[in-house]
C-alpha cells in the first residue's frame, strides 16, 4: 500500500467530508489509475507509463488534468489517520474535493469541523 505523510492545515471552505490533497501525495496514492489513463490514452506498457509518471514529481499539466479528470469520474476517496488512533473519530473517509497544483505544498486540507473528532483542537 502507498502511503504520504502531509503537514495537515485547516480550511473553512471544505465540507464536513471534504480535503484538498497535495500534488506528490495525489500521484504515489492514485498512480494506478494515472498509469491506467496514460496506457490507455498512448498505447503503452504498464512500465513505459510508470517511469513517464516517476519522472513528473514535478508539475506536469497533462498529469494535474488526468488528475482532475480521476476525482471528477471515480469520486476518489482517501482515508484519514491521526495516530495513535485512540477513538473511532480518528479514522475517517474523506473524499478528495481538489488538487494542489504546486508540488512544492505538501499540506493536506481539513474541514475545522472535523477537529473535534480527532482529539484537535485550532491554534
Known amino acids: 500500500m502507498n502511503t504520504s505523510r502531509n503537514v495537515i492545515v485547516l480550511d473553512p471552505t471544505l465540507k464536513i467530508d471534504e480535503v484538498d490533497m497535495s500534488y506528490k501525495s495525489f500521484l504515489v496514492a492514485f498512480s494506478g489509475q494515472l498509469i491506467k489513463k496514460l496506457r490507455k490514452k498512448y498505447g503503452w506498457t504498464i512500465t513505459r507509463a510508470h517511469n513517464h509518471l516517476k519522472s ?64 484537535a483542537i485550532g491554534l
Open 56 to 119: 513528473k514529481f514535478q508539475y506536469d499539466e497533462e498529469i494535474y488534468n488526468m488528475m482532475n479528470e480521476c476525482i471528477q469520474e471515480q469520486q476518489l476517496q482517501i482515508i484519514l489517520n491521526r495516530n495513535p488512533t485512540i477513538c473511532l473519530g480518528s479514522i475517517l473517509l474523506m473524499r478528495i474535493r481538489r488538487i494542489k497544483p504546486d508540488p512544492s505544498d505538501v499540506t493536506l486540507a481539513i474541514p475545522s469541523a472535523i477537529l473535534p473528532g480527532l482529539n
